[in-house]
């Protein structure tokens, strides 16, 4: 299988340097579910790299629901992969 594609805002950064990934849901380009661990593509309209998904719990209902997480545990964040970017 394909690694899959998640539109990202690489402007997004948390304090460890990872991509916050925001309604990944809305923005993945296979309908199948995330995993910890999982390499993935994370694209713009500027190009594409490669990542690992982390799984970011929070205490907060109200952060997960602006991130876009239905069950208001967490968020889900990517560590780039360095050498792997691509311009389009």
Do not use: Y
């Not at 199948?32 to 390499?39: F, I, P």
């Not at 970011?56 to 050498?83: V, Y």
């Amino acid at each position: 299988m394909a690694m899959i594609k998640i539109d990202a805002d690489f402007n997004e950064v948390d304090n460890k340097g990872r991509i916050i990934l925001i309604n990944v849901d809305e923005h993945k380009s296979e309908q199948v579910e995330l995993k910890e661990g999982m390499h993935v593509i994370l694209c713009d309209e500027e190009g594409e790299v490669e990542a690992v998904l982390e799984f970011e719990a929070h205490s907060s209902g109200a952060l997960s629901d602006f991130l876009g997480r239905k069950d208001k545990k967490g968020s889900w964040r990517a560590r780039l992969l360095p050498g792997t970017g691509r311009r389009s």
